[in-house]
């Protein structure tokens, strides 16, 4: 007989396993996925974790804590990521993973129930080397993890009505020499240089990014910052972050940000983030014009 029981659960599987195949060949790349979710099982056990099933490149497992799950994933995609022998091409194999934390009926050795689909949407809601999850999840997490932690979207996750947050761990920071987040958040941004304000203006607004107010959300949704309307642009588009001394665009939309610098050079960012430098436009959606309404322009200052 079945029990109810809360946990944490994740899903994660290897991406671009058919390519895998179609370029390594049968054996090796079976090798391969082997080692990955060789990882993936070891990292879980590590974390107080629980293997419910592997299913070809693919791994579920149960966490008694949110941290724990984070903590495993985190590992997983470290540990697959630096594997010298899990290249292919001169490109890493990467994995996938979602998590959500909610009740499940543990039956045996299995669990079923909402919660388990949630979560396995949240992988199909993640791209390769990145780890999703939803607020359940984030509500959980111990501060240091909830500082690693952005928002990328709100969307309906199929087979359901309403709407879910999505939220993106950031498992790994530049230069970090440590997985653990309250280290790869602290002590270094005091040894890098960088603008100490940015300057934002949008129509007939000014917002000044620094010290005292680190970051702006962007978007059609009444809770930005800034609101702007437009038929390409997501309700929460975009963020921008005071991260480490630097100022960091983080695209977090359906169809991208534009970035046009003083000097020409354009930059698209989907699903992504880059470090915004010197002057120029931020389009939504769309590249920027100079004349439009829409735009956003920048200035770093030093």
């Not at 045996?108 to 949407?121: E, L, M, P, Q, Y």
């Not at 470090?275 to 014009?289: A, C, M, N, T, V």
């Amino acid at each position: 007989m079945g029990r109810d029981i809360e946990l944490a659960i994740l899903f994660a599987d290897v991406v671009g396993s058919t390519r895998l195949y179609e370029v390594m060949g049968d054996l090796r790349a079976r090798d391969m996925i082997i080692t990955c979710v060789e990882i993936m099982r070891t990292a879980t056990e590590q974390h107080r974790g629980t293997v419910i099933k592997t299913i070809g490149d693919e791994i579920m497992a149960t966490f008694p804590t949110a941290n724990d799950a984070v903590n495993a994933a985190s590992y997983m995609q470290h540990d697959i990521r630096t594997r010298p022998q899990l290249k292919v091409e001169g490109q890493g194999i990467a994995i996938r993973i979602g998590c959500h934390f909610g009740p499940v009926v543990l039956e045996n050795r299995d669990i079923f129930g909402a919660a388990v689909h949630t979560a396995n949407r949240m992988t199909s809601q993640a791209k390769a080397g990145q780890i999703m999850v939803t607020r359940a999840m984030v509500e959980r997490l111990a501060p240091e993890w909830q500082s690693a932690v952005r928002q990328i979207d709100v969307a309906t996750l199929k087979g359901k009505t309403s709407e879910d947050e999505l939220y993106e761990v950031l498992w790994q920071k530049e230069d970090a020499t440590s997985m653990l987040p309250a280290i790869a958040l602290g002590g270094v941004a005091a040894r890098e240089q960088g603008p100490r304000r940015l300057r934002l203006r949008f129509q007939n607004q000014e917002i000044v990014l620094d010290e005292q107010r680190s970051n702006v959300a962007i978007g059609r949704a009444e809770e930005n910052d800034l609101v702007i309307k437009g038929n390409l642009i997501s309700r929460l588009h975009a963020r921008i972050e005071l991260n480490r001394n630097k100022f960091v665009l983080v695209d977090q939309s359906t169809n991208g940000t534009f970035v046009t610098t003083r000097e020409g050079e354009e930059v698209f960012v989907r699903r992504d983030s880059m470090p915004l430098k010197g002057e120029g436009l931020i389009g939504f959606g769309r590249l920027p014009e100079p004349g439009s309404a829409l735009v956003v322009r920048y200035v770093c200052e030093e």
